[in-house]
């Protein structure tokens, strides 16, 4: 069945390093891939999508390419800010309502 | 717009004790679901609908029970709660696409003693 598999947190950075967190998939067909983002105490809301083979998502200085080759969609952010900690979740949508969501990734940043 | 609301956001139970987690949502959206948080395990599915009077078990329904009389609400109800159901419990609800966003509620805390 249709998977999402992330790189396992917690990840701590200083402010203003590079992010990346790694999510790959397995699904039939052609999925929608979507990154979440959980700030503590909230639920989870949208950070960025994408529809199809070799688009780009990107939204608040993140960005994610949904890489059919290598089933990957990571997600990377150039300089972090200590707003970023938060814990991302990489999701997959496929043909059925279903999302399948990886395990999450909690994000610290330190000042 | 409200978005998507869930009540209570706080909930302690003893084992044994029923109640309802209630989710409401204003944008018409006709598939809903519920998930439960736990740490380490990312989120799993729990019920979802895709429509009024239509309902079907994700990942984990055993001691759970919903129903969708309305568009707008998706009530989860546990029957007799037990010690495992302590968890986060969301609500989502998007348009009737595994390919569109789905809007998540604020969740539910719930602990059961």
């Known amino acids: 069945g249709d998977s999402v598999t992330q790189m396992e947190g917690p990840v701590t950075l200083s402010e203003e390093a590079f992010l990346t967190i790694n999510c790959t998939y397995t699904?039939?067909?052609?999925?929608?891939l979507f990154w979440y983002v959980q700030y503590p105490g909230e639920g989870l809301q949208l950070l960025l999508k994408?529809?199809?083979?070799?688009d780009k998502g990107s939204n608040k200085g993140f960005e994610a390419t949904y890489r059919k080759e290598t089933t990957s969609f990571h997600l990377e952010k150039g300089s972090v800010q200590v707003s970023d900690s938060a814990v991302y979740f990489c999701?997959?949508?496929?043909?059925?309502?279903?999302?399948?969501f990886g395990s999450g990734t909690r994000l610290l940043v330190r000042p | 717009n409200a978005g998507v609301t869930q009540t209570p956001k706080f909930q302690v139970l003893k084992t044994g004790q029923s109640m309802t987690l209630q989710c409401a949502q204003d944008m018409n959206h006709e598939y809903m679901s519920w998930y439960r948080q736990d740490p380490g395990m990312g989120l799993r599915l729990i019920h979802y609908s895709v429509g009024a009077g239509i309902t079907d078990q994700g990942e984990v329904p055993n001691g759970y029970n919903v129903s969708r009389s309305t568009t707008e609400d998706f009530p989860l109800r546990l029957l007799s709660a037990a010690p495992s159901q302590t968890s986060v419990y969301f609500c989502a609800s998007s348009s009737p696409s595994g390919r569109e966003t789905q809007y998540f509620g604020p969740g539910t805390r719930l602990l059961v003693l």
């Open positions: 999701a997959l949508g496929g043909s059925s309502y279903k999302l399948i």
């Open positions: 994408a529809t199809k083979a070799d």
């Open positions: 699904a039939t067909g052609y999925p929608s």
